[in-house]
Structures are given as structure tokens and as C-alpha cells.
């Protein structure tokens, strides 16, 4: 079975740009959770969606925001960007998406970005 | 997929020793315990779980500890081969909180051959 892929696997944007950045999951997860991980802050949580909908969000500005398709693919853009998003995003996804947590979840090779 | 500062903590052991790589949570409320290894210019790679209703869980080559009375976690690995070089994370999940995962800083682990 195929794992989480993500494209693309390198971006360079400039400040003020946007990007879009493509998580597909495992074949058959529905659960799909978006993290930033930079040297500074480490990896912290971005978002997560199961079921089209946001389930959970962490402690990002608005500039930051994502959507899920009905085949489980999901979506992150983010606007005006600033040179602090310069970041390695991971996508990971999980079958059953339970509400009470406590799935194993499986992360991508990572979209790098870099904001010049 | 370097993930780490330049304070990373690091372990250096001889291959073929045991590795023990330690972690401190801070939410009484996580009950879901998970280690991953990330290896530089992947994401990270799930090693093992642990619940919070056990206090030991074994895989091949690895145990988790879990001490939830003074909310420490640890992760030994038997017999440590060049292969596990790599930063080790360890990451909480409270109930009710979906996937939503909190991230330690890691540590890195290099063995020497």
C-alpha cells in the first residue's frame, strides 16, 4: 500500500505570495492532520480534517488554512506569506479519524518551503 | 527533513549497545503516547505507542516506558545499529482532542560503528 505522498516536495515563493501544498493519504485513511516543523519551533500542529470538515486547529493566524476532499486528499494554503513560514510541512494520515484520538497516524516525506 | 536546532539533545552510543532516549510530558490529560524517528529528509517514520492505562509496551528492538506519576516517557532501544541514527521524537495525544499531536524537541541519537 502506497504511503502519504505530498506535492510538491520543494517550493521557493516570495513574501507576500501564496502556495498551495497537496497531501494525498494511506488508501482507505480518512483522517487527514497538517504540521509545520521549523529548527526553532519544532513540529507543531496545524490543523486537521476528517470528513471534509476541521476538526481541530492549532495556534496559527488565519493566513493558514487547508480543506479536505470527499476521496480524503487534502489542501493547505497559505496566504501573504512571511519569511517565518519557511518550514518543511508534513501531512499525516489515519483510518478512522475517531474523534477520541489514539490512531496511529503516518506522515509524508514533507513539502519545503522556503519564503525569500 | 532535518528537523532540529542547534541545541537538539544528542546521544551518541557504540553500535550494539542499548539506547535510552527519554522525553517529559507536561498535559495530565494525554493519554496517547506514540515515539517516531525521523531521518533527514524524511517525515517522521512511527516507531512505537503506549496508552496511557499501561505502563510498558515492547516491540521488536524497542520498549516504551511510561511513567505517568511524574509524566515521563522513555525509549530504549536493544542492540542500537547505524540504521537508528536518526532524531527521535516523542508525541502526546489527549482524549478527545482528534489527532491533534504535541510534539517534544527531539533528540538525536548517532551511533558510532
Known amino acids: 500500500k502506497a504511503g502519504v505522498t505530498q506535492t510538491p516536495r520543494y517550493l521557493i515563493k516570495t513574501r507576500g505570495q501564496q502556495v498551495t501544498l497537496s497531501c494525498s493519504p494511506i488508501?482507505?485513511?480518512?483522517?487527514v492532520s497538517w504540521y509545520q516543523q521549523t529548527p526553532g519551533q519544532g513540529l507543531q500542529f496545524l490543523f486537521e480534517y476528517f470528513s471534509e470538515t476541521q476538526r481541530n486547529k492549532g495556534n496559527f493566524p488565519g493566513r493558514f488554512s487547508g480543506r479536505q476532499f470527499s476521496n480524503s486528499r487534502s489542501e493547505m494554503n497559505v496566504s501573504t506569506l512571511e519569511l517565518g513560514d519557511s518550514a518543511l510541512y508534513l501531512c499525516?494520515?489515519?483510518?478512522?479519524?475517531?474523534?477520541?484520538?489514539?490512531?496511529?497516524?503516518?506522515f509524508g516525506p514533507g513539502t519545503r518551503l522556503l519564503v525569500l | 527533513g532535518e528537523s532540529v536546532g542547534l541545541h537538539l539533545p544528542t546521544l551518541s552510543v557504540q553500535e550494539g549497545d542499548n539506547s535510552i532516549i527519554n522525553c517529559a510530558y507536561s498535559?495530565?490529560?494525554?493519554?496517547?503516547f506514540i515515539w517516531y524517528k525521523q531521518e533527514s529528509g524524511k517525515g517522521p517514520q512511527f516507531i512505537i505507542d503506549?496508552?496511557?492505562?499501561?505502563d510498558k509496551r515492547q516491540g521488536q528492538r524497542v520498549t516504551v516506558l511510561l511513567n505517568k506519576t511524574v509524566k515521563h516517557l522513555s525509549l530504549q532501544i536493544a542492540a542500537t545499529q547505524p540504521g537508528d541514527s536518526a532524531v527521535y521524537f516523542c508525541a502526546e495525544n489527549r482524549y478527545n482532542a482528534g489527532n491533534m499531536l504535541t510534539f517534544g524537541g527531539g533528540t538525536r541519537l548517532m551511533v558510532k560503528p
Open positions: 498535559n495530565s490529560a494525554s493519554d496517547y
Open positions: 499525516a494520515s489515519s483510518y478512522a479519524g475517531l474523534a477520541g484520538g489514539r490512531e496511529t497516524q503516518y
Open positions: 503506549i496508552r496511557s492505562n499501561m
Open positions: 488508501s482507505g485513511h480518512r483522517s
